[in-house]
């Protein structure tokens, strides 16, 4: 398998919701078109780098890698795009961020709907009119998602603070006024949890300098300039993450756009208490230190990015407190303190910190860590996906509850893959009598050496990329059972012919399977009721060994087969009618398989398949009666389904499948030409073309863990030809046998040879 269109993502965590917008992009993407005759893994290959001081984010660029393989399609577009995703409500159901279009030009686009397949281009109102206007970006959401904040061009090509709402977001309102001799720039980052405020930048001050903006009020008209005012010199300041209630606001502001930056959080009344997390005041005072607030907890009492002293190298920082004075050094991943750390995130009640500290013994290789505990004392290395545990890895996020983190690593491909870790109770149920690290007293002036006890075991990480290949794996496995299937029951609704009151019989099998396989030839029984008019069945059990290998039956398994019908001569030949009706069921068991880094899954299922069908045609002599021709044509409907499942509670990630339905009507003609060149030999050569004339997709939904869905589909060529040859060996008249080579193309390209034996009798 491989993917279909050219796709680079690029999204931005916004530390203020408490979830992880690259996954976002995962889910956006995981919507997989598969073959379902090829068993082979995807994979989705992440790129990622930060860049603090552009956006005071992390940024996770993700160019999709490919196999060689089916055609895997994103829904994202149709055709070769670009995207960027800034943002998710705190539910995961929606997504911001914009397209590239016409180049370079971009889009303020939401997506939104099951597995994220709906988008929508916002507009803006520009020269009076409203339209899908470039340059527009969407960069935050409300906890719900129904409100959006970003920036967009209006009445000119000038940046704007934007907030869409109302059905749809096509409600826009412009945050800043427009003057013709006044060029102001300025951009929403974030919003707090009912979206009535937002946090972000502003030109619009006597400096024109970027100064930290806060809109709030009736249509956010109060617009609050947080900026350093009345200093010395003018400062440069941004508005980065707001607390849930808006009351708290973090970020930094330097002497100029590019120089040093120094954290500082907003809060109190109309936000005008300023608290500088390090010795810079902005008066003027510009020390050589330096830090940062990347992340906050939901009620904006703590705090979490770095401090980088005289040495410039970061450190990562917790603050907390009544004014946020308690200062935590939470060190490098080793003792020495020579390393650089950072914390990307703070889970919602602040008790968790995330991010990456460097080892400096492993070439300075980043490592995720996980500060736990009381003041946040404790800590994990969570290791790396690569096989030798070398490589980098850093955590960007924990899930609202606390309960997991998730984050980016290195792994034995060229390219970061993206991880989720449970965290153990000791982590997120601390006590004492759990195992401990070694730790130094903690002081706001004092790091703290933090040495990993050799009795406290890593979380095992689960590689989201390999994860969802043996997701798309398991369900191209599914998808070839429920097409296989169809042939299944076709075969069940064959039969033979038989005169008044005489019984018939025919067995028919792949001679390959069943040596290769225990499956049992199909044994079909028949019954003239008149000299015109017969009816039979068949009652059957399918076996393992006709399934993909993922699949085991499980009990409940078989199939039953009942047909009629009508033949008699014409004026210009033989004509015959025949309905038919065939049903198979059988418990399951699914296994997905394993890759590195992936948990070993396994669930209980049913499968179902009722087909029923409406077949007539004829044949006369030509020439003479040596030399026949015959015609057919047909009608088929399919219904199959496999039905949901859940991979066992006591795994890390828990899969939980959806219920697959497929169905088809299905429209056939085809001719035979038949030979007698010696008395008990009949050659046979024939065409028959099949085309859907109707089928629902292939979808199999994956929920991990209520953290994504992973979507695969699959359609069936709509047009099938198949070409076959044999002969028919007649003993009497009361015996044949049949040995048929057929081959089988479809519009897709798919070729496929069978060989079939039929043994038909009447006594």
């Not at 994202?76 to 159901?93: E, Q, R, T, V």
């Not at 919003?191 to 806060?214: C, F, P, Q, W």
């Not at 991979?647 to 088809?664: D, G, Q, V």
């Not at 953290?707 to 709509?718: D, M």
């Amino acid at each position: 398998m491989k993917f279909f269109n050219s796709i680079i993502c690029i999204c931005i965590y916004n530390k203020n919701i408490q979830s992880v917008c690259w996954i976002l992009f995962l889910l956006i993407s995981s919507t997989k078109t598969v073959d379902a005759v090829v068993t082979a893994s995807s994979v989705l290959d992440f790129d990622h780098y930060t860049d603090n001081k552009a956006d005071n984010k992390t940024h996770i660029t993700t160019p999709i890698g490919s196999s060689t393989e089916t055609p895997i399609t994103s829904p994202l577009n149709s055709g070769p795009i670009k995207a960027s995703i800034f943002n998710m409500s705190s539910d995961g159901k929606v997504a911001g961020g914009n397209i590239y279009t016409d180049g370079e030009w971009t889009q303020a686009t939401i997506w939104f709907g099951p597995a994220w397949d709906t988008k929508i281009f916002l507009p803006v109102k520009k020269g009076g009119h409203v339209g899908p206007w470039y340059f527009s970006t969407v960069r935050s959401f409300s906890a719900d998602g129904k409100i959006a904040g970003g920036n967009a061009p209006v009445e000119t090509d000038t940046q704007h603070a934007v907030i869409w709402s109302g059905e749809n977001w096509q409600t826009i309102t412009n945050l800043d006024e427009w003057k013709p001799d006044d060029v102001i720039v300025s951009k929403v980052n974030s919003l707090s949890a009912d979206g009535r405020i937002a946090g972000g930048s502003s030109t619009e001050n006597i400096y024109h300098k970027v100064h930290g903006m806060i809109w709030s009020g009736e249509n956010w008209g109060t617009k609050t300039d947080v900026g350093l005012l009345h200093t010395t010199v003018p400062v440069h300041s941004v508005v980065s993450v707001l607390s849930a209630d808006g009351k708290v606001a973090g970020g930094y502001f330097s002497a100029a756009s590019g120089e040093e930056v120094h954290g500082i959080i907003w809060s109190g009344e109309n936000w005008a208490t300023q608290t500088h997390l390090d010795n810079a005041s902005g008066n003027g005072v510009m020390p050589s230190e330096s830090s940062e607030v990347l992340s906050l907890s939901e009620d904006g009492k703590v705090a979490g990015g770095y401090y980088a002293g005289e040495d410039k190298n970061p450190h990562a920082t917790i603050w907390y407190g009544a004014k946020w004075e308690n200062k935590v050094d939470l060190e490098a991943a080793n003792s020495s303190k020579s390393g650089s750390s950072k914390v990307y995130a703070v889970s919602s009640d602040g008790k968790l910190a995330g991010g990456g500290s460097d080892i400096i013994d492993n070439d300075y290789m980043r490592r995720a860590i996980i500060w736990y505990g009381e003041k946040w004392a404790q800590k994990i290395d969570v290791g790396t996906l690569n096989s030798d545990v070398s490589g980098s890895s850093e955590i960007l996020g924990f899930s609202r509850d606390g309960t997991l983190a998730i984050g980016t690593s290195s792994s034995d491909s060229i390219h970061e893959h993206p991880f989720i870790v449970r965290l153990p109770r000791y982590v997120t149920h601390p006590t004492t009598d759990k195992p401990t690290m070694i730790t130094e007293s903690i002081t706001p002036e004092k790091t703290t050496s933090i040495v990993k006890d050799p009795a406290v075991i890593p979380p095992f990480m689960i590689d989201v990329t390999n994860t969802r290949s043996t997701l798309n794996a398991t369900a191209s496995d599914s998808f070839s059972l429920m097409k296989a299937q169809q042939s299944t029951l076709t075969h069940l609704q064959q039969g033979c012919v038989a005169n008044g009151n005489n019984l018939c019989w025919l067995i028919h099998a792949n001679p390959t399977t069943v040596i290769s396989k225990d499956v049992l030839p199909i044994v079909n029984v028949g019954y003239g009721l008149t000299e015109v008019f017969s009816v039979g069945g068949v009652i059957t059990r399918p076996l393992s060994s006709s399934l993909p290998k993922s699949h085991k039956i499980n009990g409940n398994n078989v199939g039953i087969g009942l047909y009629a019908d009508w033949h008699a001569l014409r004026r210009f030949g033989e004509f015959y009618f025949r309905p038919a009706l065939a049903f198979s069921q059988y418990k399951l068991d699914i296994q997905r398989s394993m890759s590195f880094n992936t948990e070993y899954g396994e669930g209980n299922s049913t499968f179902n398949g009722v087909s029923s069908s409406l077949e007539w045609g004829g044949g006369h002599p030509i020439f003479n009666k040596d030399l026949g021709c015959f015609w057919h044509t047909g009608l088929r409907y399919n219904k199959l389904s496999r039905g949901s499942y859940r991979e066992a509670r006591t795994m890390n990630l828990p899969i939980s499948y959806s219920k697959i339905n497929y169905s088809t009507i299905i429209g056939d003609i085809g001719a035979d030409i038949r030979v007698s060149i010696l008395k008990p030999i009949i050659l046979v050569s024939g065409i028959k073309v099949e085309h859907i004339l109707k089928e629902n997709s292939l979808i199999s939904d994956a929920d991990i863990s209520g953290l994504s869905i992973n979507r695969s589909s699959s359609h069936a060529p709509q047009i099938g030809r198949t070409l076959k040859s044999g002969i028919i060996y007649v003993f009497n008249q009361n015996l044949s046998l049949s040995v048929l080579e057929s081959l089988t193309k479809t519009n897709a390209g798919h070729q496929t040879w069978r060989l079939a034996l039929r043994l038909a009798g009447t006594f």
